[in-house]
């Protein structure tokens, strides 16, 4: 019967799964652990490998892959609109030297400060 | 009139299916594109979290360095691994549900709380110990002897994140302890499996949250 066969391609297709995000878990405990020449490289490559096991789970586990393309569009909808999110954040946090030179160097004091200030004032 | 006659026999044979669908398959559609924006505005919540973070660790990346060597990596792997695996016993569940087995659909779904009352239990243990240690949010910080300022505020994202994601297992096993009650029931069939596959979809998420919270915040480098 072609239940029986799809019962045992999903159990398969699971399971697969399951394994490569096992291992992708090893890999970024691993990848931890090595000096790739900055700490920004290793926060990229855990974060490409997070993004490795999300897209997994997405395709598979929450069926994106096979089910009709309207789950998707909502789904990468949303993603774009948190990478405005996150882009524009940066953008205003990283280019504050051009706009006022000496306020980044200042920064961690003054963050420090100001959560200082609102820890005593609470 | 036929209309309401139609009604009445849908409603007969289907239990399930709301008056206004036509039938079950297009109910299913519709209720999945509900759960679909819902996850979509979990995302921008936890995302807001993301984004402070991501400042907050460029400002103060040392003491989010000194911060992070107090939590316990293997401790953070472990329910890493937990929390995978019962997304795949919940895809099983989904699966289960969808060929009309209600016996591996039960399993599934009871492995998958057990799998989430496991990953709550060991986030108990973390929780204790960092109570105990004085790593506390904001103002309630009282570590002493840190050799850079400002662990408290990496503190204060650890707890407010972890402590949403847990909410959300939290929730997770409320609707799966539901599901579980309707599917001994036999609520459940190959035609009718829709609250499973959509609480499938959120419990999902919740795994796909943590996939990215386990390496921001356990795996500081």
């Known amino acids: ?122 | 009139m036929s209309g309401s006659h139609t009604v009445v026999e849908h409603g007969a044979q289907e239990p399930f299916l709301q008056h206004h669908f036509h039938d079950l398959g297009q109910q299913a559609e519709a209720s999945k594109i509900g759960m679909w924006l819902f996850l979509v505005t979990e995302i921008l919540l936890f995302g807001g979290l993301f984004v402070g973070y991501g400042i907050m660790r460029m400002l103060h990346s040392q003491a989010f360095h000194e911060g992070h060597l107090h939590l316990d990596r293997s401790l953070g792997a472990l329910n890493t691994v937990v929390l995978l695996v019962s997304s795949f016993t919940m895809a099983m569940a989904v699966h289960s549900a969808r060929t009309g087995n209600r016996q591996r659909l039960i399993l599934f779904l009871a492995a998958t709380l057990a799998f989430a009352g496991v990953f709550l239990g060991v986030k108990y243990v973390e929780y204790s110990h960092k109570f105990h240690d004085g790593l506390l949010p904001g103002r309630f910080y009282r570590h002493a002897g840190d050799s850079v300022p400002g662990v408290a505020v990496f503190f204060s994202f650890y707890f407010v994140m972890t402590g949403l994601h847990g909410l959300h297992v939290l929730a997770g096993m409320v609707a799966i302890s539901w599901l579980l009650r309707r599917a001994v029931r036999g609520d459940f069939s190959a035609t009718y499996y829709a609250p499973v596959d959509l609480t499938g979809l959120y419990w999902h998420l919740v795994d796909m949250i943590w996939i990215y919270l386990f390496p921001l915040l356990y795996l500081i480098s």
């Open chain 1, 1 to 122: 019967m072609s239940t029986h066969a799809e019962n045992k391609n999903a159990v398969r297709t699971y399971s697969i799964v399951l394994g490569a995000l096992l291992t992708l878990t090893a890999v970024t405990v691993t990848a931890a652990g090595i000096n790739f020449g900055s700490a920004f490289i290793n926060v990229v490559i855990a974060l490409a490998i997070a993004s490795a096991k999300a897209s997994l789970v997405a395709l598979y586990f929450m069926h994106l892959r096979h089910d009709r393309p309207m789950s998707a569009i909502i789904f990468v909808t949303g993603l774009a609109m948190l990478a405005i999110f996150l882009m524009f954040c940066f953008l205003d946090t990283l280019s504050r030297e051009q706009v006022q030179p000496g306020l980044t160097a200042q920064a961690p004091a003054r963050a420090v400060s100001i959560s200082a200030r609102i820890l005593s004032a609470s």
